[in-house]
């Protein structure tokens, strides 16, 4: 499965549910791809977990999983930053951080979220 693929089913299970609208349980769309390492590098997509803390600087944690290169996949792990809000009103994250080891190395993989969708 190829990054537009994997992007492609992880929008349409968070489109399911309708629009997203600040202030009520939500989550974020992230995708992109890792730096190299081990000679190559990985794709991955995920849906972040439900907003924690205070609505005006929340944050949401990330747990996904990469595509499989090499023989061998990454486990992502980490935090999202606060909300970065936009002038129509919805919001995003910036977001970043290193993966577990598999196959004796780790990636790296940064991005900003998708504006918020309903959990």
Known sequence: MGRQDLASLISLIALSSG???????????????????????????????????PEE??????????DIAGR???????VTGPACYQPDGGHTHQYNGRTLESDGHTHSFA?????ERPA
Do not use: C, N, Q
């Open 19 to 53: 629009e997203g609208t600040a202030g009520k349980s939500h989550v974020h769309i992230f995708e992109g791809t890792m730096d190299e390492a081990g000679g190559h590098r990985h794709v991955y997509a995920g849906v972040t977990g439900v907003a924690t803390g």
């Open 111 to 115: 991005g900003e979220t998708s504006g």
């Open 57 to 66: 600087a929340h944050t949401h944690p990330l747990t996904g999983l990469s």
């Open 72 to 78: 061998h996949l990454h486990r992502l792990e980490g």
